[in-house]
């Protein structure tokens, strides 16, 4: 396998940044910045190729520290696992053609695929998979001109953005809606032509709901079959949905008292099933309302302590009106 066991950047960044890293000081694309400054690019081939690795482990390592999402760490899996294939058939001259990585994220909000498509960006690129690695975000408004040839312009621009990394595109069912006389559906037809012409020099995911996404891709029968990854995002369970609240309560350094984590899972599970539930983006709007509240409630103290400071009560948790 190309990935594990290079599970954390700590074998390419070293001791020192990697202790950053998990105490929460420094994000791996700082840790990535220290670590080109102290070996920037010169005459030892051997540095470019540590950066890359480097990058290619702590996006893997981000992304093997989000909650659930299987579907997704196996998919890139799968990809690592060719890549190192291919390397080894091409030592032994056998063909080994490019993955053509088309993806199509459908789910609720706050299932993890802006995130999981930025960690991607970054992976990639560490691959060697695409040259730059970054992400251009588009909505409709970013594609779909107001007159006749303004639609072609807007896109393709978007499309040059995105060469050498990853053009999402958000709420891309919107494309498909306002009729035949609508431009959305010439965004479309552009944005299949590129992907056809530059298949291997940038990487397009259509994202949205679910079932407006199955929906869209019905007004093109061959739309669907350009898109080799279709990766759905399942809604959170609620034990899922506690523990990244704790995450997302550790890294600003607070923690729930029990009171306040029992009381946060009855209202989590009491919300399953809503229509567009909001995930992870709910518990972190409940968590920085918490935080907001705490601060109210210690603010008339005379010197909290330590404890008092971090740990977020149920009193703090104004989940009946989240």
């Known amino acids: 396998m190309m990935f594990p066991p290079a599970r954390s950047p700590h074998q390419y960044m070293g001791p020192q940044l990697y202790r950053k890293i998990e105490k929460g000081e420094i994000g791996t694309l700082e840790a990535l910045h220290q670590l080109s400054e102290a070996h920037p690019r010169g005459p030892a081939a051997q540095e470019p190729s540590q950066r890359e690795q480097a990058a290619a482990a702590a996006a893997l390592w981000e992304l093997n520290q989000l909650v659930g999402l299987s579907e997704v760490k196996k998919t890139v899996e799968e990809i690592g696992a ?55 975000e588009v909505e409709r408004a970013d594609l779909v001109g107001e007159y006749i040839g303004h639609t072609a312009q807007k896109t393709r621009e978007q499309v040059q953005k995105a060469m050498g990394g990853m053009l999402f595109v958000d709420e891309a069912y919107s494309l498909g809606r306002g009729g035949a006389k609508d431009f959305g559906k010439e965004a479309v037809d552009l944005l299949v032509k590129a992907m056809e012409d530059y298949r291997h020099d940038f990487v397009l995911i259509l994202a949205g709901y679910s079932r407006e996404m199955a929906s869209f891709l019905k007004l093109n029968p061959g739309l669907s079959s350009r898109f080799p990854i279709q990766i759905a995002y399942p809604d959170y369970s609620a034990a899922e949905l ?13 923690s729930f008292s029990g009171a306040a984590k029992a009381k946060l899972q009855r209202f989590l599970s009491g919300r399953q099933g809503e229509l567009n539930f909001s995930n992870a983006r709910l518990v972190r709007n409940i968590l920085e309302k918490a935080i ?14 330590r404890e008092e400071l971090i740990t977020l009560e149920a009193a703090d948790l104004a989940v009946e009106r989240s």
Do not use: D
């Open 82 to 136: 060719y890549i190192e294939i291919g390397k080894q058939r091409e030592a032994h001259h056998l063909n080994c053609e490019p993955l053509v990585l088309h993806m199509i994220f459908s789910g609720n909000p706050g299932t993890g695929k802006t995130t999981v498509a930025r960690l991607l960006g970054r992976l990639f690129q560490g691959l060697g998979v695409l040259s730059r690695g970054h992400l251009v």
């Open 242 to 254: 506690l523990e990244i609240a704790a995450m997302m309560a550790r890294r600003r350094h607070y």
């Open 292 to 305: 907001r509240r705490q601060a109210l409630r210690l603010s008339g103290r005379e010197e909290p302590g």
